[in-house]
C-alpha cells in the first residue's frame, strides 16, 4: 500500500499544516479544535507503518511529535497553574480534561506491574519526565501504590515547582513524592536505587535521544529492576515517538500493550538483565527484533487491549 495516498495520512498532512501555522500553543479554542481533530484521527486501530512512510512525511511526523509535545507542555502547565490555585489541587484534579485517560492509564500500568512483579511492592519508583501535571505519578501513589515512594525527574525548575504546589498540601503525598531538577542523563548511581522506573513519552523526541535515555538507564539501573515506557502503536505514532523491543538493549521485555481505546499510549515493561560477558554457553543477548513477532490489533470487549506477553510465548 502506498501510505502517502491514504486518507488519514492526507488528513494527518493538512492538521500539522494548520497546527504548524498557529501563533502559539498554549490552549485556546483554534488549539484545543486542532489537536482534538488530531487525536480523533490517530486514534482507531490502523494497519499503518510509519516507518514505511516517505521521507516528506517521517520529517512532518517528527515536528507534528514536537508540536504535540511542545502543546502538551503548555497544556499541563495552564492545569496546574490553575489547580495550584485551590486550598486542595488534589480535590479538583477531574478539571484537567483528559484526568480520566491518566486513571485508565494509570491503572493498565499497575495492572500490567502487577502481574509481572506479584511477589513484591515497589519501594522506590522513579518517573522520568514528570512535568508540571505529574498525574501517573499522582494516581498511582493516590491509589495503586499507597506505600511506595515516588522520585519525580524533570529538567524544567519551573515544571517541578508547579507539581510541588499540587502535592504540598496533602499530608501523605508531600512526604511520598519528591521532586528531582536535572537531566536524567546526569543521575547515575542513585537509579540503582529504584525497583521501578518510569520513562514518559516525550523524554527523547526522537529514536536516537530515546535510545541514548534507555541506554543510560541500562548502564545504571540495578539488575532485576523494572522499567516501564510509553510507547505509540499504527496511527497514534504521529503523536508520540515509538519504541521498538530491539531498541532496549540490556533488557528483557515482558510485555508489549497496545491499547485501542482512548488511552493513546501504548505500554512496554521490561527487565533489567544481569551484565554478563558472552561465554560458550552464552554467547549473546538474543535479538529482541527477531524475537517479538509483532501482530495486528485484537478488540478485547472488556478492555480493548493488544497484549503481547513474551513469558507466554517462550513457555
Request: charged share 20%.
Amino acid at each position: 500500500m502506498v501510505w502517502e495516498k491514504d486518507p488519514l495520512v492526507q488528513k494527518v498532512c493538512e492538521l500539522y499544516d494548520q497546527i504548524s501555522s498557529l501563533e502559539s500553543l498554549k490552549p485556546s479554542k483554534d488549539v484545543n479544535m486542532l489537536f482534538t481533530q488530531l487525536v480523533l484521527t490517530c486514534m482507531p486501530p490502523s494497519p499503518i507503518d510509519v516507518t514505511k512512510l516517505c521521507k516528506r512525511i517521517q520529517e512532518i511526523r517528527f515536528k507534528l511529535i514536537r508540536l504535540c509535545g511542545e502543546a502538551e507542555g503548555l497544556l499541563e502547565s495552564h492545569f496546574s497553574t490553575i489547580l495550584g490555585s485551590y486550598e486542595n489541587p488534589l480535590h479538583h484534579l477531574n478539571i484537567f480534561p483528559y484526568y480520566s485517560n491518566y486513571l485508565k492509564l494509570s491503572l493498565l500500568e499497575f495492572d500490567i506491574l502487577k502481574k509481572h512483579c506479584s511477589d513484591y511492592v515497589p519501594n522506590k519508583v522513579a518517573f522520568v519526565g514528570s512535568g508540571p501535571l505529574p498525574l501517573t505519578s499522582i494516581v498511582l501513589a493516590s491509589f495503586h501504590l499507597t506505600t511506595t515512594s515516588f522520585h519525580n525527574y524533570d529538567i524544567d525548575p519551573s515544571a517541578n515547582s508547579k507539581a510541588l504546589q499540587l502535592v504540598s498540601s496533602d499530608p501523605d503525598l508531600s512526604e511520598r513524592m519528591i521532586f528531582h531538577t536535572t537531566d536524567i542523563m546526569d543521575v547515575t548511581y542513585a537509579l540503582k536505587d529504584y525497583d521501578v522506573v518510569f520513562l514518559a513519552a516525550l523524554v527523547g523526541m526522537d529514536k536516537d535521544a530515546k535510545v541514548r535515555v534507555i541506554g543510560h538507564l541500562s548502564k545504571y539501573m540495578a539488575p532485576g529492576a523494572v522499567l516501564m515506557l510509553r510507547s505509540a502503536h499504527g496511527a497514534r505514532a504521529f503523536l508520540y515517538p515509538v519504541v521498538d523491543p530491539c531498541d532496549l538493549t540490556g533488557f528483557e521485555v515482558l510485555s508489549v500493550f497496545h491499547p485501542t481505546d482512548e488511552v493513546i499510549n501504548s505500554v512496554v515493561i521490561a527487565r533489567k538483565v544481569p551484565t554478563t560477558k558472552p561465554t560458550v554457553e552464552n554467547p549473546k543477548l538474543p535479538n529482541k527484533c527477531s524475537d517479538i513477532d509483532m501482530f495486528s490489533p485484537l478488540l478485547n470487549h472488556v478492555n480493548l487491549i493488544e497484549e503481547l506477553d513474551i513469558e507466554d510465548q517462550l513457555s
